[in-house]
């Protein structure tokens, strides 16, 4: 009888251990964008790209091309982070941005948003 309680437990205690390490597929999974919202115009050169969580993503790519994806000229950022949000200063221009969640066994497809930052220069006269 011993032997039984104790597989019992020993497989529910393998059973949640083992749970944390199972990383579920991604491969038609997207993160809904936030902010900022798409075509935004804006003279601001610091913005907070902010996307919702997905429950299992253990992180996010984030990509930023200029002009687009479709006719790249530069990508400044392309980068992997564990939050659902970034900080960053971009110089004045057209670009596209794009996140897609990702864990260790897959990752999921890109959304994207486009904007454009004016520059601030004033005429001299």
């Not at 104790?6 to 991604?26: G, H, N, Q, R």
């Not at 110089?91 to 948003?113: A, D």
Request: one cysteine or more; glycine letters at 4%; hydrophobic letters at 40%.
């Amino acid at each position: 009888m011993k032997r039984i309680v104790l597989f019992s437990v020993m497989s529910v205690a393998c059973f949640f251990s083992c749970a944390e390490f199972v990383d579920y597929p991604l491969e038609k999974k997207t993160v809904n964008l936030i902010g900022p919202k798409n075509d935004l115009i804006t003279l601001d050169t610091t913005l907070t790209f902010l996307w919702e969580k997905h429950i299992d993503a253990t992180s996010y790519r984030l990509q930023i091309a200029t002009p687009d994806f479709e006719s790249i000229e530069r990508i400044p950022i392309d980068s992997v982070v564990t939050k659902d949000y970034v900080e960053l200063t971009l110089k004045p221009g057209t670009y596209e941005w794009r996140v897609r969640p990702e864990n260790r066994g897959s990752v999921g497809i890109y959304t994207s948003r486009k904007l454009v930052i004016l520059d601030q220069k004033v005429d001299e006269k």
